[in-house]
């Protein structure tokens, strides 16, 4: 891609340095300084930001068409990417606390990125290749993509719709709480209290790891999943489950059929309302 403006090899410190710079390659500077200044690259429009390093807050806000690659971002570049749309953010470091708030339109791609409260109230984002530790990731945001995530954190992917996750290994507690039409193909989710509240998940040859998963679920659906150190799973959710293996126990599942090879215990009692699920030992 061509662009009318080369800014390369320069120091940049100072608040909105390039603002609303346009059909510019940003190539190999430093926004770093005694000034300390905040939005260095606000407003811009159609840029390439390639091989830069920051240590500045707020560097792109309100940005459109753009493209961040080969770049670093330190613990003080914080909340670097926000009200921003049409964008690719591939191979990048990142430890800016709050990226991507209410953006839209974003690939990111072979990232290693460590951000609490990562990827907020946004939409049509993907994720492929990538390594990502936050607190709460993606919260209140829809029509995601990932594939090839290494996730960690804890609170992930609540209040979200329209979510879909392939071959990703997720380490994580309260995944999906509250979230609607979520697919999870070839993964492993590993953590505690997964998926309470949730509408319409569906788990696909996924391994799942945990205690007490899979509770208040409404059309809640596996096929073909493993579970692994499972107790107290399925309590009040209307399911349809194939599950190979075994499951530690299962508890006052409310409706529809859970198929699994053995289960330790399979617990009715203390219901606080009608639990019609059956279980079927194949």
Same mark, same amino acid.
């Given at each position: 891609?061509?662009?009318?403006?080369?800014?390369? @090899?320069? &120091?940049?410190?100072?608040?909105?340095?390039?603002?609303?710079?346009?059909?510019?390659?940003?190539?190999?500077?430093?926004? *770093?300084?005694? *000034?300390?200044?905040?939005?260095?690259?606000?407003?811009? /429009?159609?840029?390439?930001?390639?091989?830069?390093?920051?240590?500045?807050?707020?560097?792109?806000?309100?940005?459109? &068409?753009?493209?961040? /690659?080969?770049?670093? !971002?330190?613990?003080?570049? /914080?909340?670097?990417?926000?009200?921003?749309?049409?964008?690719?953010?591939?191979? #990048?470091?990142?430890?800016?606390?709050?990226?991507?708030?209410?953006?839209?339109?974003?690939?990111?791609?072979?990232?290693?990125? =460590?951000?609490?409260?990562?990827?907020?109230?946004?939409?049509?984002?993907?994720?492929?290749?990538?390594?990502?530790?936050?607190?709460?990731? +993606?919260?209140?945001? =829809?029509?995601?993509?990932?594939?090839?995530?290494?996730?960690?954190?804890?609170?992930?992917?609540?209040? +979200?719709?329209?979510?879909?996750?392939?071959?990703?290994?997720?380490?994580?507690?309260?995944?999906?709480?509250?979230?609607?039409?979520?697919?999870?193909?070839?993964?492993?989710? @590993?953590?505690?209290?997964?998926?309470?509240?949730?509408?319409?998940?569906?788990?696909?040859? #996924?391994?799942?790891?945990?205690?007490?998963?899979?509770?208040? #679920?409404?059309?809640? &659906?596996?096929?073909? #999943?493993?579970? %692994?150190?499972?107790?107290?799973?399925?309590?009040?959710?209307?399911?349809?489950?194939?599950?190979?293996?075994?499951?530690?126990?299962?508890?006052?599942?409310?409706?529809?059929?859970?198929?699994? =090879?053995?289960?330790?215990? !399979?617990?009715?009692? =203390?219901?606080?309302?009608? %639990?019609?699920?059956?279980?079927?030992? /194949?």
């Amino acid at each position: 891609m061509q662009y009318l403006r080369t800014i390369e @090899k320069q &120091t940049f410190d100072e608040e909105r340095a390039l603002y609303h710079i346009m059909d510019t390659h940003v190539k190999d500077c430093v926004f *770093a300084g005694e *000034a300390d200044g905040e939005s260095v690259l606000k407003e811009t /429009r159609h840029i390439l930001v390639d091989h830069c390093q920051f240590s500045l807050r707020y560097p792109l806000w309100h940005a459109q &068409t753009f493209e961040l /690659r080969h770049s670093s !971002l330190d613990t003080l570049t /914080r909340a670097p990417i926000w009200y921003s749309h049409h964008g690719v953010i591939d191979d #990048c470091h990142i430890e800016g606390i709050k990226i991507l708030r209410e953006c839209s339109d974003i690939e990111v791609k072979h990232c290693h990125i =460590d951000s609490p409260e990562f990827g907020w109230q946004c939409q049509n984002i993907t994720l492929q290749e990538s390594e990502i530790h936050s607190e709460y990731m +993606m919260l209140h945001s =829809d029509h995601v993509d990932i594939d090839h995530l290494t996730f960690s954190g804890k609170y992930s992917f609540q209040y +979200m719709h329209d979510l879909h996750i392939s071959n990703s290994v997720l380490d994580t507690k309260d995944a999906f709480w509250h979230s609607e039409d979520i697919t999870v193909e070839d993964s492993v989710l @590993k953590g505690e209290y997964l998926a309470w509240f949730s509408k319409g998940l569906t788990l696909i040859r #996924c391994k799942i790891i945990g205690t007490q998963p899979f509770c208040y #679920c409404e059309d809640l &659906t596996l096929i073909d #999943c493993e579970m %692994v150190d499972t107790d107290l799973a399925f309590e009040y959710s209307s399911v349809n489950a194939t599950i190979r293996g075994h499951v530690d126990s299962i508890k006052n599942p409310k409706s529809g059929t859970i198929e699994v =090879d053995s289960v330790g215990e !399979l617990i009715y009692e =203390d219901a606080i309302m009608p %639990v019609e699920g059956k279980v079927v030992i /194949r």
